[in-house]
């Protein structure tokens, strides 16, 4: 089996692919695309992927796109050290928790992460280059133009933190009924993995301090932090404190 992933360091969506590769010990090639070069919106790449996004993962010829779709496609293509329940209720309800991840902290991370990490990036940019990047998005270009160049308007940053925070809480209830330490209890599955570069992206823009008051969260993230997988995925180059040197003081004003 030959895996050739194409994404980026620095992704969410590609953090949680190489996290089940890693754990699962499966070799593969990996292909960086730089976002904010626009690599995901080359015609080649788009034939790959016609959303313009990461990850996509090419398995022997066969091509699989979205982050979660991917994950679940790992475990039942290499089912060693299965992330998946065998139990179908138990499955449905790992199922639902990647379902309200993408909906919830997934989508929200983007307005931090733009406001803090990418704006500077796109201020240098002419207007007429911006709405001309933003417009070849396929999936994302209403929000590149909502955000403008000015950034995301502070009501936005504070319901997006709001549905982050919901989260924390919904993890913690998770954590608390199943007995944990993981969100289903003794075993770690793919809505672990799912959430974790959320929470990764969080703490690396200087706000990990809205989940400290739930020490079953905060114990969560200590133990997949320790998790052989952690280290092989993240990288030097994979946060984006280490490329932005703006985002260290800004992040912790914000915090
Ligand atoms: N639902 C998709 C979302 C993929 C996605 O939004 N990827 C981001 C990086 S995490 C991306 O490629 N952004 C580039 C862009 O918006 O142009 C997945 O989970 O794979």
Redesign the pocket.
């Known amino acids: 089996m030959a895996f050739k992933l194409y994404n980026?360091p620095q992704?969410?969506?590609?953090q949680r692919v190489r996290f089940v590769l890693n754990a699962k010990r499966l070799p593969f090639e990996e292909v960086k695309l730089r976002?904010l070069e626009g690599d995901?919106l080359k015609p080649d790449y788009l034939k790959l992927n016609p959303n313009?996004?990461?990850?996509t993962l090419d398995h022997d010829g066969a091509i699989v796109?979205?982050?979660?779709v991917i994950i679940e496609y790992l475990d039942e293509v290499a089912p060693d050290k299965s992330f998946t329940p065998s139990d179908p209720v138990a499955r449905a309800a790992m199922r639902a928790q990647m379902r309200f991840i993408?909906e919830m902290p997934a989508a929200s991370v983007r307005v931090p992460t733009f406001n803090l990490a990418f704006l500077p990036r796109f201020q240098k940019m002419s207007r007429d280059e911006f709405v001309a990047f933003a417009e070849s998005?396929p999936?994302?270009k209403e929000m590149m133009l909502t955000m403008g160049q000015s950034g995301f308007p502070q009501a936005e940053m504070k319901s997006a933190l709001d549905r982050l925070r919901r989260t924390y809480e919904r993890m913690d209830m998770w954590i608390a009924e199943s007995g944990g330490p993981w969100l289903m209890g003794k075993d770690l599955t793919l809505a672990d993995i799912a959430v974790m570069p959320a929470l990764v992206r969080m703490e690396d823009l200087g706000m990990a301090s809205q989940w400290q008051d739930l020490p079953r969260v905060a114990a969560w993230y200590d133990a997949i932090k320790a998790h052989p997988a952690y280290r092989t995925t993240y990288y030097l180059g994979s946060l984006l404190s280490e490329q932005f040197p703006h985002l260290r003081e800004k992040a912790s004003a914000v915090a």
Do not use: E, F
Request: net charge neutral; glycine share 6%; aromatic share 0%.
């Open positions: 980026a992704s969410t969506c590609s976002l995901q313009g996004v990461v990850p796109i979205d982050s979660t993408d998005k999936l994302r």
